[in-house]
């Protein structure tokens, strides 16, 4: 059965010069597009190809490979208005198309959007859209406490950052627990926070517990190394010190460095912590 919008396995029925036809089964025969060698591909030859619906409601295929498949969400960039839509960079010679209908927001060009890439209609073309409430899974999460999901960052509020988790559900990153750059349409991990009784999840970026500290102990370990064995920073510095040169919060600075401390991996002065033994050597 021929998955449209997705990638198929197809054998390579019919060539004359140039052009190839795919063995679609019930389907029929489906012609392959797009920028392709076609002296590597011969009868019989199995091969890997992206499947859509052009205009005339015909079955291509294509072996370049797009950015975003159908059922996924993708960050993308609109290269075209129209005044019936956007016109998206997806990987393809075709560009993907947003109507004005799905859009959360008036897209701009140039810019980059995070969207949800479907079968529009009967006719199976494909779109996009970037109001992604109504692509959330509808069975209510079931995450436990601290446990690590994949996000994609997809807006930006006065409270955080909202996030797809699991490529399936919503999630908010609260502004006053972020300590590092964020930007639409980045991937990244997280964890866990809570699950609300509105369905929405609740997420952090850091580990909590000692989990967390023994991760943020080798790097805070590393970089002292790398500044020749010590620095000039202890646990009475200011937050924007600490976040500075470590990246992280001072709550979890003085976790990570009393983990090392306990281990006498460091030792701490008023003035600063350096690695245990390089006063000696």
Same mark, same amino acid.
């Given at each position: 059965?021929?998955?449209?919008?997705? +990638?198929?396995?197809?054998?390579?029925?019919? !060539?004359?010069?140039?052009?190839?036809?795919?063995?679609?089964?019930?389907? %029929?025969?489906?012609?392959?597009? %797009?920028?392709?060698?076609?002296?590597?591909?011969?009868?019989?030859?199995? /091969?890997?190809?992206?499947?859509?619906?052009?205009?005339?409601?015909?079955?291509?295929?294509? &072996?370049?490979?797009?950015?975003?498949?159908?059922?996924?969400?993708?960050?993308?960039?609109?290269?075209?208005?129209?005044?019936?839509? &956007?016109?998206?960079?997806?990987?393809?010679?075709?560009?993907?198309?947003?109507?004005? &209908?799905?859009?959360?927001?008036?897209?701009?060009?140039?810019?980059?959007?995070?969207?949800?890439?479907? @079968?529009?209609?009967?006719?199976?073309? +494909? =779109?996009?859209?970037? *109001?992604?409430?109504?692509?959330?899974?509808?069975?209510?999460?079931?995450?436990?406490?601290?446990?690590?999901?994949?996000?994609?960052?997809?807006?930006? =509020?006065?409270?955080?950052?909202?996030?797809?988790?699991?490529?399936?559900?919503?999630?908010?990153?609260? *502004?006053?627990?972020?300590?590092?750059? /964020?930007?639409?349409?980045?991937?990244?991990?997280?964890?866990?926070? !809570?699950?609300?009784?509105?369905?929405?999840?609740? @997420?952090?970026?850091?580990? =909590?517990?000692?989990?967390?500290?023994?991760?943020?102990?080798?790097? +805070? @370990?590393?970089?002292?190394?790398?500044?020749?064995?010590?620095?000039?920073?202890?646990?009475?510095?200011?937050?924007?010190?600490?976040?500075?040169?470590?990246?992280?919060?001072? *709550?979890?600075? *003085?976790?990570?460095?009393?983990?090392?401390?306990?281990?006498? @991996?460091?030792?701490?002065?008023?003035?600063?912590?350096?690695?245990?033994?390089?006063?000696?050597?």
């Amino acid at each position: 059965m021929i998955r449209i919008g997705k +990638i198929n396995r197809l054998f390579v029925k019919q !060539k004359w010069g140039n052009i190839i036809h795919l063995d679609g089964g019930r389907s %029929g025969d489906i012609l392959l597009k %797009g920028k392709c060698s076609a002296e590597k591909y011969q009868p019989g030859d199995e /091969i890997e190809v992206f499947v859509y619906v052009d205009r005339e409601q015909r079955l291509l295929a294509t &072996s370049q490979k797009p950015y975003g498949m159908v059922g996924e969400f993708a960050t993308l960039q609109v290269v075209a208005n129209s005044a019936a839509g &956007s016109f998206m960079n997806w990987g393809l010679d075709s560009d993907l198309f947003v109507p004005r &209908s799905e859009q959360q927001e008036a897209m701009r060009e140039g810019t980059s959007y995070v969207v949800f890439i479907f @079968l529009y209609d009967k006719n199976n073309r +494909i =779109t996009a859209s970037s *109001k992604l409430d109504k692509f959330f899974d509808p069975a209510p999460p079931k995450y436990p406490e601290g446990e690590e999901v994949d996000l994609l960052v997809y807006a930006e =509020t006065a409270l955080g950052y909202s996030a797809v988790v699991n490529s399936a559900h919503a999630g908010m990153i609260y *502004k006053n627990e972020v300590f590092q750059a /964020i930007v639409i349409g980045q991937r990244l991990r997280g964890f866990v926070k !809570k699950v609300r009784e509105d369905g929405k999840i609740d @997420l952090r970026l850091q580990q =909590t517990g000692y989990g967390r500290v023994d991760d943020i102990s080798q790097v +805070i @370990l590393d970089i002292i190394k790398d500044r020749g064995g010590r620095v000039a920073v202890t646990d009475k510095s200011p937050p924007e010190d600490v976040y500075a040169l470590f990246g992280v919060s001072k *709550k979890v600075f *003085k976790k990570a460095v009393g983990a090392l401390y306990k281990q006498r @991996l460091v030792v701490i002065d008023p003035d600063g912590i350096e690695i245990a033994g390089v006063s000696e050597s």
